[in-house]
T-cell receptor, first 112, second 112 residues
Framework: GQNIDQPTEMTATEGAIVQINCTYQ??????LFWYQQHAGEAPTFLSY????GLEEKGRFSSFLSRSKGYSYLLLKELQMKDSASYLC?????????????FGKGTKLSVIP | EAQVTQNPRYLITVTGKKLTVTCSQNMNHEYMSWYRQDPGLGLRQIYYSMNVEVTDKGDVPEGYKVSRKEKRNFPLILESPSPNQTSLYFC???????????FGPGTRLTVL
């Protein structure tokens, strides 16, 4: 599988802004997802980027630079319920097949 | 209600006793996938299926089998489970490969 790197843990204060970075190998790249996963639960979809630039969706935004193999998830106006793991996942394609490779996740703790 | 279901949700078994974890989706999705999630390793893809009768290996297929005889079902088979297969397993589905994946609730498997 391809290596996807993201920080293991981050801590931020309620009401603040936090940026979670993700770097990946660019060969075969065909899109990048961000998922949120609360402890003991299934991952849920946050965003999908396939073209360069910023995608904004409410308090959450996601950025992609394909040439640099880099993405970030930006969370604004942090709330306690945002405490969760955030998973970066890259679609790698080739010969008509698609494989989704996840990073190990970034555990975000939001403190009062 | 659109959903992905998995059964059983929890299973404790012994080494070598064949087991099957079922996965079913009611969204007419073409793409289905199995992942395992382990502390410090993140989500890793076991097998995926682009459509009926089409399956491919993910990053960690050893010790697992799958089948896709009909679009809605994608069972995961462990012919001879071993303790290193103790993990949290997720099934997921999407319309096509590079698309938003919907995850099932997870199956926590313990092999003694």
């Amino acid at each position: 599988g391809q290596n996807i790197d993201q920080p293991t843990e981050m801590t931020a204060t309620e009401g603040a802004i936090v940026q979670i970075n993700c770097t990946y190998q660019t060969s075969g790249f065909n899109g990048l997802f961000w998922y949120q996963q609360h402890a003991g639960e299934a991952p849920t979809f946050l965003s999908y980027n396939v073209l360069d630039g910023l995608e904004e969706k409410g308090r959450f935004s996601s950025f992609l630079s394909r040439s640099k193999g880099y993405s970030y998830l930006l969370l604004k106006e942090l709330q306690m319920k945002d405490s969760a793991s955030y998973l970066c996942a890259v679609v790698y394609s080739g010969a008509g097949s698609y494989q989704l490779t996840f990073g190990k996740g970034t555990k975000l703790s939001v403190i009062p | 209600e659109a959903q992905v279901t998995q059964n059983p949700r929890y299973l404790i078994t012994v080494t070598g006793k064949k087991l099957t974890v079922t996965c079913s989706q009611n969204m007419n999705h073409e793409y289905m996938s199995w992942y395992r999630q382990d502390p410090g390793l993140g989500l890793r893809q076991i097998y995926y299926s682009m459509n009926v009768e089409v399956t491919d290996k993910g990053d960690v297929p050893e010790g697992y089998k799958v089948s896709r005889k009909e679009k809605r079902n994608f069972p995961l088979i462990l012919e001879s489970p071993s303790p290193n297969q103790t993990s949290l397993y997720f099934c997921a589905s999407s319309w096509a490969g590079p698309d938003t994946q919907y995850f099932g609730p997870g199956t926590r498997l313990t092999v003694l």
